[in-house]
């Protein structure tokens, strides 16, 4: 595929402070591409720096091939939905979609189909006239995204727009940007610090830490293979367990839980293991796998989504364990002990 | 909440000294005024309902010539502050840091703590023939006679302006504020030039704020008395000064009470007028 976007060794430096250290990356044309971080790990910046809003410290950038140093915002084949959305409040629907065309000097019949055809896409057709500050938070965010896709981007930079809506508005909106991304096909990068928004949207996710990049990959990849801890424990839930010491094919954890994890050519320091890995009784010939007796705690039930919290007999280390959706441990209460395994390569170890 | 019409007593002792300041000092001689602006003197000496004294004011062009002049004064003070506001009321909003702009806001203060008379007699020290500007003029040999600057409309419009500025920067000031600096980026990043986003994007913004500030320093300056008369002298026609002859010279009350009345009434009505051609509705201004 074609990359529409090349950075190379991008570094941002402010003052006493390395905010974008070093990053690389391409992103192909018409993917879906997020970066994933925590607040205050560079990735505001790096789009910032995309959209030309600030000045790169060093590297490059190139979109469709060519260097983007020195051009300003409004000369970027790239547009940004801001993260307080940045509507123009004195202006309607209409004014706020047609603002970007009008700066084109296009005719006005012209400007009137697209942003028609515009409004239409994103389901907002007989809203023209009304105020921006009429809208639902919903409509709101379409007419952003409307305002920045009428001007046909190479490159569509979202700043965590899904932010400021409620929960239940947000997972909405997360498959409809998805849909209408693959509906347009144009390229979008994604910034959140929301894991479940940057998986579920995303093509390729770039999870960020202090202004490097951890990891890029494909959703799924980065969920069950983490590069290194901070993607184990950032991206999805996971248990982690610090360790102790290793002997041969055993490890142990600092609450002195010996695991049996095999094939390690290095010293780990620490253990992540997701809820769902844990097998609960698993079959006497089932290979490959740790097992241990949990003593269980407390149920945490939370529908499809229900957890026990356990403790592992041998050492008191306590851990959170999915349920399966089936009825078999419906009966599982409090007091409880349980045999519990572990396949090898679910003990992910840094 | 639920006591929402039994207001008690700790709230009518509360509301009395602002009622008996508005009705002692503002309605009850405002009411005497429009009373004696509508009398005058029978042939039998008695008191007569008469129009003459707002006759007067028509009739005779040195009064309505006033008027528009000190009008059009007004006016043109107005854009003015407008114009030498608005980029310092953006430097301290939007350009430097909050530390600072705090401290610089301040700073604009100091002409109100000493007052208007001796801010205009500051502007007297420095416009006067022997006066700074004239005397460092004078000394680096750019002019070999002292410039008339003084008891001129240049130095009343310097001195109307000076005293007046602040009430157009503040109300600016607050609404540039709530502006988001990420519409200003949005725009730029559709493609907006400088000029565009300052036309289309903060101007519109920071409007209902231009508008009060823009009524303040009208009022402000057409109503004024102090500044015309010390530093226009008397070449200079302000109708504030009219009304004050008819009062304090001729003694002509009820004239005098006409004309303020007139004052009143047509400033406003040249406030609605400039409400309704820029599309303002007074109900969104300050807000």
């Not at chain 1, 940004?80 to 700066?103: T, Y």
């Not at chain 2, 006067?128 to 070999?144: A, M, Q």
Request: proline share 4%.
């Amino acid at each position: 595929m074609n990359k529409i976007l090349e950075i190379k060794n991008l570094t941002k430096e402010f003052k006493g402070f390395t905010a974008v250290k070093n990053v690389s990356f391409n992103v192909d044309e018409g993917g879906f591409f997020s970066i994933l971080g925590p607040s205050g790990c560079g990735k505001t910046t790096l789009l910032r720096m995309i959209s030309g809003f600030i000045q790169e410290s060093g590297g490059e950038i190139f979109i469709r091939g060519k260097l983007m140093r020195g051009i300003p915002p409004e000369k970027r084949p790239v547009n940004i939905v801001f993260q307080s959305l940045a509507l123009f409040p004195m202006m309607n629907v209409r004014e706020n979609v047609a603002f970007g065309l009008k700066r084109q000097k296009l005719k006005k019949s012209e400007i009137d189909d697209k942003v028609s055809d515009m409004l239409a896409r994103v389901s907002l057709q007989g809203f023209e006239k009304k105020k921006v500050t009429e809208l639902s938070g919903g409509q709101r965010q379409r007419v952003a995204i409307a305002r920045s896709l009428v001007m046909k981007p190479s490159i569509l930079l979202l700043d965590e727009p899904l932010g400021a809506l409620d929960r239940k508005l947000r997972e909405h909106m997360k498959i409809e940007l998805k849909l209408l991304q693959k509906e347009l096909g144009t390229t979008f990068i994604y910034i959140t610090h929301d894991q479940s928004e940057a998986l579920v949207m995303s093509d390729k996710v770039a999870v960020m830490n202090k202004g490097r990049f951890e990891q890029i990959d494909t959703p799924r990849n980065l969920y069950k293979n983490p590069a290194t801890a901070f993607v184990a424990g950032f991206v999805g839930e996971s248990n982690r367990l610090e360790l102790k010491s290793k002997d041969g094919d055993f490890i142990t954890t600092k609450d002195g839980w010996k695991l049996k994890r095999p094939g390690l050519d290095f010293t780990p320091e620490v253990l992540y293991i997701r809820p769902e890995a844990f097998i609960l009784t698993p079959a006497k010939n089932l290979d490959n796998i740790s097992r241990f007796e949990v003593k269980i705690k407390t149920i945490l039930f939370d529908g499809s989504n229900t957890k026990v919290a356990a403790i592992e007999s041998s050492s008191g280390a306590e851990v959170l364990i999915s349920l399966p959706q089936n009825a078999r441990f419906e009966n599982l209460k409090e007091g409880d002990t349980v045999e519990v395994g572990i396949n090898y390569e679910n003990l992910k170890c840094y | 909440m639920e006591n929402k019409k039994g207001f008690n007593i700790t709230f009518y002792l509360l509301i009395l000294p602002v009622l008996l300041w508005l009705i002692v000092l503002i309605v009850l001689p405002h009411l005497d005024l429009l009373i004696s602006s509508f009398q005058g003197d029978s042939d039998a000496g008695g008191k007569v309902f008469t129009l003459e004294h707002y006759m007067a004011f028509f009739q005779s062009k040195i009064y309505w010539l006033t008027f528009i002049n000190t009008a059009a004064y007004a006016i043109g003070i107005t854009i003015l502050a407008f114009i030498v506001t608005f980029p310092v009321a953006f430097y301290l909003t939007k350009v430097i840091s909050k530390k600072y702009a705090s401290f610089l806001a301040l700073l604009l203060l100091i002409p109100l703590w000493v007052g208007e008379l001796v801010t205009v007699y500051g502007w007297m020290i420095i416009l006067g023939d022997h006066g700074v500007i004239n005397e460092f003029l004078l000394s680096i040999g750019l002019i070999d006679k002292p410039i008339d600057m003084l008891y001129t409309n240049f130095s009343m419009t310097i001195g109307l302006l000076y005293i007046s500025m602040l009430f157009m920067v503040v109300p600016i000031m607050s609404t540039l504020e709530s502006l988001d600096d990420s519409l200003i980026e949005a725009a730029s990043d559709l493609g907006a030039s400088k000029w565009t986003i300052f036309t289309k994007i903060i101007i519109p913004y920071s409007m209902p704020g231009i508008t009060s500030g823009g009524i303040i320093v009208f009022m402000l300056v057409i109503g004024d008395y102090v500044a015309p008369d010390i530093l226009g002298g008397k070449s200079s026609l302000w109708f504030t000064e009219q009304i004050y002859n008819e009062f304090l010279s001729t003694f002509n009350w009820g004239e005098g009470a006409a004309f303020g009345f007139l004052l009143l009434m047509i400033s406003s009505s040249i406030i609605w007028l400039a409400l309704k051609l820029t599309g303002q509705k007074l109900e969104r201004v300050g807000s």
